[in-house]
Each structure stands twice: as C-alpha cells, then as structure tokens.
C-alpha cells in the first residue's frame, strides 16, 4: 500500500499514504488515518495487529474482533491492518503490547502522544 490520500502528513515528516482498504480502516472509512482538517479524530495509528494485541484490546473493552455489519465492521484478524486510536496504541504500548505500526501511514498527530522513538521501536516498516 503506498498510495497518497491526503495533503496530510504522517509521523516521519513526509506524505501521509494510506493504511488499508481491505478491511477499510479510518475515521471516515477511506483507507487513511487522516484527520482530514477536524479536531477530535483520533484513528490515527497505522497497526498491523496480533493476536495479542486483539486479545488485549477485547480484554480493555474495546472488542475489534466480532463483526458488526451494522457499522461496516467485519472484525479484525491477526495481519490486518488499521487505524488504531491514538489512546489505544498508548494503552497497548504502556502495557508490552502494542502492535507495529506502518510509519508512513501513521497521522503526525500522534507524536502528540507517543515519541518517534516508541512508534520507531514497534515500527513494521523498519524491521
């Protein structure tokens, strides 16, 4: 996936690209961890996620398995990629279990919250 969506920028300084389409990730449901210019949207951080991590987040009351049609949702799988709230990833890291993240598709936003450091050492794209 490399394909630029935005005029935004990701964490690393450069285009912002997208994250996935399959399954269809982001606030707005286009494939990017944009923000597209509003305040408050926080689906920031480009994973690609584990098993642990899903069990995790289920664990925290955030379920990102099961299915809801009703919110385009198919529930996700070990491997898929998608854009994690910010607060999520924090959580996960802050606990050992954060997910890699996809640098280039991960929103500048988020070094509000985490350092380049943390996201570089989790990075997918740098391993």
């Given at each position: 996936m490399s394909a630029k969506v935005s005029g935004e920028k990701n964490v690393l300084g450069g285009e912002l690209l997208?994250?996935?389409y399959d399954p269809l990730t982001g606030y707005f449901r286009d494939g990017c961890c944009a923000t597209r210019g509003m305040e408050g949207v926080a689906h920031l951080v480009c994973v690609r996620v584990t098993a642990e991590f899903l069990e995790f987040s289920v664990a925290r009351g955030n379920d990102l398995v099961t299915p809801r049609p009703d919110l385009r949702f198919r529930?996700?799988?070990?491997?898929?990629?998608?854009?994690?709230?910010?607060?999520?990833?924090?959580?996960a890291w802050e606990a050992g279990r954060a997910p890699q993240v996809v640098l280039e598709a991960t929103h500048e936003n988020v070094?509000?919250?985490?350092?380049?450091?943390?996201?570089k050492r989790h990075a997918l794209d740098l391993h």
């Open positions: 997208a994250c996935s529930g996700l799988k070990p491997g898929d990629r998608w854009c994690l709230h910010v607060l999520r990833w924090v959580e070094l509000d919250y985490a350092p380049l450091s943390a996201l």
